[in-house]
Nanobody, 118 residues
Framework: VQLVESGGGLVQPGGSLRLSCAAS????????MSWYRQAPGKERELVAY?????????RYTDSVKGRFTISRDNAKNAVYLQMNSLKPEDTAVYYC???????????WGQGTQVTVSS
């Protein structure tokens, strides 16, 4: 199993970024996927997850609802996180994970840094 994130960077408050995660080594369409983040000095937190197959079910942590959107493309074995109206408190390393609910994530990417600053 391999998960490779991309798309992080430096953005001003109010800006947007789209994170991508390329998955390989497993039957991608059959797994829930998720994005976690870890800010400096804080615990890792679940940002969003998306159900398997068509991704009909999505859930978000309260602090990103209405601003972030998780999606997937099973043909490309990819999951995305569109982040709009970014705030400085969104600054963190963002991780893509395989999320075999009801269990905890079992595979993690290497992470991509998102910094929101003027």
């Amino acid at each position: 199993v391999q998960l490779v994130e991309s798309g992080g960077g430096l953005v001003q408050p109010g800006g947007s970024l789209r994170l991508s995660c390329a998955a390989s080594g497993f039957t991608f369409s059959t797994y829930y996927m998720s994005w976690y983040r870890q800010a400096p000095g804080k615990e890792r937190e679940l940002v969003a997850y998306i159900s398997s197959s068509a991704g009909a079910i999505t859930r978000y942590t309260d602090s990103v609802k209405g601003r972030f959107t998780i999606s997937r493309d099973n043909a490309k074995n990819a999951v995305y996180l569109q982040m709009n109206s970014l705030k400085p408190e969104d600054t963190a390393v963002y991780y893509c994970t395989r999320y075999p609910l009801p269990d905890r994530p079992d595979y993690w990417g290497q992470g991509t840094q998102v910094t929101v600053s003027s």
